[in-house]
DNA sequence: CGGTATCCGATAGGATACTG
DNA sequence: CAGTATCCTATCGGATACCG
């Protein structure tokens, strides 16, 4: 196997793009709120409500955060009184695709780890013997 | 728009693996050190020299990590003096499509996020007028 | 209702020194 | 060469109280 320095910046090139992505999702809340939001708009109280065991302000954070991403969008409807929702943006969509990715890899990763569990058990079964 | 259960609790479950493979992944220098092994077997200061700015404290940890993980594997060959390597495994490969589906993601985003900051300066320009 | 302010502990990660 | 040990800082996130 040869390594080229073209070979090499190639594949860092990379690096750049998916630490991008991996930072729009980090933490322990964003993917659970983006799943609350996933059925239509919702107020702050009610994401609160069915994201368990997030605190206000977390969530607070977290939607700023969102929103600064352009994944969620801050309504205010000018009534009385004010009433403030949250909602995903088209853009939001576009990580479907990404989302579905790393479950079905977090899927097969979880099988690849209870194989290599029962590799070790087998061996150890027969070093017992 | 309807939301049961049933539609609701089977967008939780997607949660588990995504989040699974999220940690997988997660930290400043797993990516880093995935791809210095992507051509082949590398020693600790070799990898060292190649992720940079890196600590042997971290990325003694991280390979510790990643091996924990089955993402590489610890070859010790018992030479003079012993010699210390280390591979990607098989199961590693099948990362792939998932770092792709990232770094696809990535690039779109940042074009979203710099489209949305042409709008806003041409949004300021008008007010300015 | 829709948040913010303050404080606090846990964890990630950097710097440096040392070892078989 | 291939790490470990120790110490330090910064950020993440939880708990609680408060506000318009």
């Given at each position: 196997m040869i390594e080229t320095d073209h070979q090499l910046s190639t594949c860092m090139s990379i690096l750049k793009p998916v630490r991008d992505s991996l930072d729009v999702l980090n933490g322990k809340w964003k993917l659970p709120i983006i799943v609350a939001l996933t059925f239509g708009e919702k107020r702050f109280t009610e994401i609160s409500k069915e994201v368990?065991?997030?605190?206000d302000r977390m969530l607070s954070k977290e939607l700023r955060d969102l929103e600064l991403n352009g994944l969620v969008r801050r309504n205010i409807e000018e009534s009385y009184p004010v009433k403030v929702t949250y909602q995903l943006t088209?853009?939001?969509?576009?990580l479907r695709s990404v989302i579905d990715s790393l479950k079905d890899w977090g899927i097969l990763h979880k099988q690849r780890l209870a194989e290599e569990c029962r590799e070790y058990k087998k061996v150890k079964k027969v070093l017992i013997k």
């Amino acid at each position: 196997m040869i390594e080229t320095d073209h070979q090499l910046s190639t594949c860092m090139s990379i690096l750049k793009p998916v630490r991008d992505s991996l930072d729009v999702l980090n933490g322990k809340w964003k993917l659970p709120i983006i799943v609350a939001l996933t059925f239509g708009e919702k107020r702050f109280t009610e994401i609160s409500k069915e994201v368990h065991g997030i605190t206000d302000r977390m969530l607070s954070k977290e939607l700023r955060d969102l929103e600064l991403n352009g994944l969620v969008r801050r309504n205010i409807e000018e009534s009385y009184p004010v009433k403030v929702t949250y909602q995903l943006t088209e853009h939001s969509k576009s990580l479907r695709s990404v989302i579905d990715s790393l479950k079905d890899w977090g899927i097969l990763h979880k099988q690849r780890l209870a194989e290599e569990c029962r590799e070790y058990k087998k061996v150890k079964k027969v070093l017992i013997k």
